[in-house]
C-alpha cells in the first residue's frame, strides 16, 4: 500500500475512533514503528493531524460564526472572568502592557489595580474601561475601525505599534492547538501577531473551549508564547503540546 492511501485511511479511522496510535498504525496496515511516524509526521505538515505522545487525534476545526463584539460581551462567562482576574494579577506597578481587543482581555482591564502603568490597544472598550482609572496611561492606536468588533487595524496600527516595546502583551485567541494561534479575521490576526512581537512577555488569554479549536487564519506559532491562563488545565495530549514548547500554564488555585 502507498503512503497516501496509507494517510487517507489513518484519517479516515481518526474521524471514526477520534485517536490513533502508533501501534494502531503498526497493527492495521502491517508497517513498521518507523513508517507508522513518518506516516503521522507527514500528515501534522499537512495539517491533518494533531501528533501526541505515541499516536494523533484530529483536529477540531471550529465553523460557528462568531457574534459581534456587544453580543459576546453579554455571555461573558464566569471563566472568562476568573481568567481576567488571573491575568490583572500579572500586572506590576509601572508595567508597560499591551491589551488587545478581545472580551476576555476587557475582563483583565476591569480589573486591573495598579497605582501606575501605562497601556497600549487597539480597542474602543478597553480605552474606555481604563479611562475611569487612576494612574493607568492610555494609547489608543489609531487605524481604520472595525464596527462591529470594535477595534482599529490596518497597516498603520500595524506600523505605529512596531515602534513600542512593552513588558507584557494580554492576547485573545479563537483557537489554540498544535498548528498554533487561530481566529476568524485576517486583519485582527496580523495586528495581534504585531502585538506578541513587542512584548517581553507574551500572554495568552483562553478558557479551556479553546483548546484543539482550528480557526480560518493561523497568526502565531506556539513558541512565540510564553504563558496560557486558562480557567482549568486542557486534556493531557494538548497540556504535552504546550509544555514541549516551554508555555507555562496558569490556572485558578
Known amino acids: 500500500m502507498y503512503q497516501e492511501e496509507r494517510m487517507l485511511k489513518i484519517v479516515d479511522y481518526l474521524q471514526l ?8 498504525i503498526c497493527e492495521i496496515f502491517n508497517v513498521s514503528r518507523d513508517t507508522a ?4 509526521v507527514k500528515l501534522e505538515e499537512h495539517q491533518k493531524i494533531i ?22 460581551l453579554l455571555t461573558v462567562s464566569e471563566e472568562k472572568q476568573v481568567i481576567g482576574q488571573l491575568a490583572a494579577s500579572m500586572v506590576r506597578n509601572r508595567d508597560r502592557i499591551i491589551l488587545d481587543s478581545s472580551t476576555t482581555v476587557q475582563a483583565c482591564a476591569e ?13 474602543i472598550n478597553q480605552a474606555d474601561v481604563l479611562s475611569g482609572k487612576d ?6 492606536l489609531g487605524g481604520r475601525l472595525q464596527k462591529e468588533h470594535r477595534y482599529v487595524y490596518g497597516s498603520s496600527v500595524i506600523a505605529t505599534l512596531s515602534h513600542y516595546f512593552v513588558d507584557k502583551a494580554f492576547i485573545g485567541i479563537g483557537g489554540i492547538s498544535a498548528h498554533g494561534l487561530s481566529l476568524i479575521h485576517e ?4 495586528l495581534k501577531h504585531q502585538m506578541m512581537k513587542q512584548a517581553d512577555q507574551v500572554i495568552i488569554l483562553a478558557d479551556h473551549s479553546k483548546f484543539g479549536i482550528n480557526f480560518p487564519y493561523r497568526f502565531a506559532d506556539l513558541s512565540e508564547v510564553n504563558i496560557v491562563i486558562t ?23
Open 231 to 253: 480557567d482549568r488545565l486542557p486534556e493531557s495530549a494538548m497540556l504535552e503540546i504546550l509544555q514541549h514548547h516551554d508555555i507555562e500554564v496558569v490556572v485558578p488555585s
Open 135 to 140: 494612574g493607568v496611561s492610555i494609547h489608543l
Open 51 to 72: 501528533r501526541t505522545r505515541g499516536g494523533a487525534l484530529l483536529p477540531k476545526l471550529h465553523h460557528d460564526p462568531i457574534g459581534n463584539y456587544n453580543e459576546r
Open 111 to 123: 480589573r486591573l489595580n495598579v497605582q501606575e502603568c501605562s497601556v497600549i490597544t487597539n480597542s
Open 17 to 24: 475512533h477520534k485517536r490513533i496510535s502508533v501501534d494502531d
Open 37 to 40: 511516524r513518518r506516516d503521522l
Open 187 to 190: 486583519e485582527d490576526g496580523m
